[in-house]
């Protein structure tokens, strides 16, 4: 039997960046690749998972309607990657989790929770029934480890809102827990970006 990976981390984690990555390797090597997304996640134009480094991969979207066992065409040597997952229903990760009783290998990514530190639907379901858990970690702006998703409004922190707004690094920053409290009550700082281009060339 193969196995459900939940591959999560916070907002710019690079987890796009990873799931495309590894939808590369495997498509090198000669597996059968198949990349689902979630249309709630509507930034891009055209259906492709995009990172903010710029990879990309084309993948296939659907809603929370989706039978996501009719969607994927059982092959030899196939492998699933699932942008997003956090928008999938607890049927569909079930779904997925059927899957690998097919022989198909399953790799989800997505958040673990939302910007009120709250589990999504998707996620919990993985957490439940994951054979395989990764956190992919990432630095918070003041250095300790980024555990929040943290949702910004007029320069603070906010915590109210529907549960789904998408946005990128405009609407969302990752957080320690000791920063998401900060910034409710205090202006976030601009962050000072330091230029890496080489200027001896």
Sequence with gaps: M???????GVMGSSKSA???MR?????????NVLVLKSAIDTRENSPVIKSRSGLRYPCKMFDKE????QIVS?????IVIVDESQFCTKEQIDQLKALTLQDVEVFCYGLKTNFKTELFEGSKRLLEIADDLHEIESACRCGNKATVNARLLNGRVTTTGAEVQI???ESYEGMCFECFEKY??????????????????
């Design 2 to 8: 193969k196995k459900l990976h939940f591959v999560y």
């Design 18 to 20: 990873d799931a495309v």
């Design 23 to 31: 939808a590369y390797h495997y498509h090198q090597i000669g597996f």
């Design 66 to 69: 989706a039978d996501l066992l």
């Design 74 to 78: 059982v092959q030899p040597n196939q």
């Design 167 to 169: 946005g990128g690094d």
């Design 184 to 201: 409710q009550h205090e202006d976030i700082p601009k962050l000072h970006i330091v230029d890496t281009e080489d200027k001896t060339k």
